[in-house]
T-cell receptor, first 111, second 112 residues
Framework: GENVEQHPSTLSVQEGDSAVIKCTYS??????FPWYKQELGKRPQLIID?????GEKKDQRIAVTLNKTAKHFSLHITETQPEDSAVYFC??????????FGKGTHLIIQP | NAGVTQTPKFRVLKTGQSMTLLCAQD?????MYWYRQDPGMGLRLIHY???????AKGEVPDGYNVSRLKKQNFLLGLESAAPSQTSVYFC???????????FGPGTRLTVT
């Protein structure tokens, strides 16, 4: 099966700075990579996703990059705001089976 | 639209007891999933279904059974609960594997 590693487990940044979360996957056949955000006590929600035929995707302040050769993908959040504080999960999809999630990154936005 | 709902929200079981968690969606999604979330472990897939009458094993299926008799419902059963099954359980649904998964509010289960 697939294995997804996510780093760091905790990330603290000043409000207004950028945040980067990195994930690696083990199987080169994985072809879909979503990112989910989970606020405290809430359900996970999709914030952005990327397919293996695309190298980068942006949506306002968030972007995802994918390096298929190195088997890693990253989430970039610019101009961070207090409402960005949450746990972020990356995931990878192998052969249309269910998603394999990373263990999560707790992002803390310092005022 | 209610989206994805889960019943119950909280439950406490004694070791060896059984229970069923119900997930319902009103978005006409084909795919449905059951995950468990433990501190520091992320979301781990228990079982999933690609359509009415189908089920498949995920990453951590042992100790659980599922059924998808109706397209809108996905049931997760614990036949003989163990303390290791103490967790938050999330159900999700999607149009397909490459589409957004919509999660339910979760069920917090404690097994003593």
């Amino acid at each position: 099966g697939e294995n997804v590693e996510q780093h760091p487990s905790t990330l603290s940044v000043q409000e207004g700075d950028s945040a980067v979360i990195k994930c690696t996957y083990s199987d080169s056949a994985s072809n879909y990579f979503p990112w989910y955000k989970q606020e405290l006590g809430k359900r996970p929600q999709l914030i952005i996703d990327i397919r293996s035929n695309v190298g980068e995707k942006k949506d306002q302040r968030i972007a995802v990059t994918l390096n298929k050769t190195a088997k890693h993908f990253s989430l970039h959040i610019t101009e961070t705001q207090p409402e960005d504080s949450a746990v972020y999960f990356c995931a990878a999809l192998l052969y249309a089976d269910g998603l394999t999630f990373g263990k999560g990154t707790h992002l803390i936005i310092q005022p | 639209n209610a989206g994805v709902t889960q019943t119950p929200k909280f439950r406490v079981l004694k070791t060896g007891q059984s229970m069923t968690l119900l997930c319902a969606q009103d978005m006409n999604h084909e795919y449905m999933y059951w995950y468990r979330q433990d501190p520091g472990m992320g979301l781990r897939l228990i079982h999933y279904s690609v359509g009415e009458g189908t089920t498949a094993k995920g990453e951590v299926p042992d100790g659980y059974n599922v059924s998808r008799l109706k397209k809108q419902n996905f049931l997760l059963g614990l036949e003989s609960a163990a303390p290791s099954q103490t967790s938050v359980y999330f159900c999700a649904s999607s149009y397909g594997p490459y589409y957004e998964q919509y999660f339910g509010p979760g069920t917090r289960l404690t097994v003593t």
